[in-house]
């Protein structure tokens, strides 16, 4: 069964510091991952996907990740993290392709804390 | 342009009240919809998906159900709330899979509700 496991529940940087929020999953076939963000009250709106294209991944507002197949990660990065990035971050897994039955498999989350 | 609605955005009802939030899908045809639960530090928790109209598969068994009476319509419903039914609900809309490039979900703004 896919999984997906996010390390942290919980990361702390100060303003411009780097931002790297983990992310590991387990999938039998070749993945489709994908990164959400959540401001408070509000819903899930997508960061960045990986399809099987490009392993280095660019996004919205400054993120982005690279897939591993090796380590079986996609860590979410930005090199200078700004206050509005403080929130909350989803990584998602389905399976790809002919594969994919269209439910993604979430992450516990990880909530980014920007301090000034 | 496809857009998701989602209301209200904020109700609190008595236990043992009815239930019923509505979504709806624009700019697309026959989409997969998709109800989430996000509990306070649980994560999300997928509760329906359907992949047409009067198709409805169950995630976990609870004291909610969930109707599709229109191709981009989706309702999440409950005859009797308990205090347990509290938590932030999510509409998610995708393509069908398999259907050229998929693109994930894109989420509705949630609805608060406070079971008291």
């Known amino acids: 069964a896919q999984s997906v496991t996010q390390l942290g529940s919980h990361v702390s940087v100060s303003e411009g510091a780097l931002v790297l929020l983990r992310c590991n999953y387990s999938s039998s076939v070749p993945p489709y991952l994908f990164w959400y963000v959540q401001y408070p009250n509000q819903g899930l709106q997508l960061l960045l996907k990986?399809?099987?294209?490009?392993?280095l991944v660019k996004g919205i507002n400054g993120f982005e990740a690279e897939f591993k197949k090796s380590e079986t990660s996609f860590h979410l990065t930005k090199p200078s993290a700004h206050m509005s990035d403080a929130a909350e971050y989803f990584c998602?897994?389905?399976?790809?392709?002919?594969?994919?039955?269209?439910?993604?498999?979430f992450g516990q989350g990880t909530t980014l804390q920007v301090k000034p | 342009s496809q857009t998701i609605h989602q209301w209200p955005a904020t109700l609190v009802q008595p236990v043992g009240s009815p239930l019923s939030l509505e979504c709806t899908v624009e700019?697309?045809?026959?989409?997969?919809l998709y109800w989430y639960r996000q509990a306070a530090g649980r994560g999300l928790q997928l509760l329906f998906y359907?992949?047409?109209?009067?198709?409805i598969s169950s995630e976990v068994p609870q004291n909610l159900s969930a109707s599709r009476p229109q191709d981009r319509q989706f309702i999440l419903s409950s005859k009797k709330l308990l205090l347990s039914d509290s938590g932030f609900y999510l509409c998610a809309w995708s393509s069908p899979p398999g259907q050229g490039f998929w693109y994930g979900y894109t989420f509705g703004s949630g609805t608060r509700l406070t079971v008291v």
């Open positions: 359907s992949v047409g109209i009067g198709q």
């Open positions: 998602a897994v389905t399976k790809a392709g002919s594969s994919n039955t269209g439910k993604l498999i």
């Open positions: 990986y399809t099987s294209a490009a392993t």
């Open positions: 700019g697309t045809s026959n989409p997969n």
